[in-house]
């Protein structure tokens, strides 16, 4: 089983910077993929930013492309989100996810990012 802890969510205002961090249990070098999604009220989960496993390659939703960045430690086992520019379109619970080669899905618990002023 594998556990996925994120933490850095918050309030901030228009404009700010927010850093996410998820926690893996267990080698995220095992994974295939490990992403960040969000889902605001009334709208459905969404993708962020996506790595592959050596970081190598990402992608990015095109609301949030040039503004957030996502990066793998594969040695700390975390996976981050760097989001700078923060709109208040970007207020949602943000959820750090994984998949193994095996097409295995496991999801973390949630952050809440609030945007407002």
């Known amino acids: 089983q594998v556990q996925l802890v994120e933490s850095g969510g918050g309030l901030v205002q228009p404009g700010g910077s927010l850093r996410l961090s998820c926690a893996a249990s267990v080698s995220i070098f095992s994974m295939y993929a490990m992403d960040w999604y969000r889902q605001a009220p009334g709208k459905q989960r969404e993708l962020v930013a996506t790595s592959t496993r050596d970081g190598g390659s990402t992608d990015y939703a095109d609301s949030v492309k040039g503004r957030f960045r996502i990066s793998r430690d594969n040695l700390k086992n975390t996976v981050n989100l760097q989001m700078n520019g923060l709109k208040p379109e970007d207020t949602a619970v943000y959820y750090c996810?994984?998949?193994?080669?095996?097409?295995?899905?496991?999801w973390g618990q949630g952050t809440q990012v609030t945007v407002s002023s």
């Open positions: 996810h994984s998949k193994t080669f095996g097409g295995i899905d496991y």
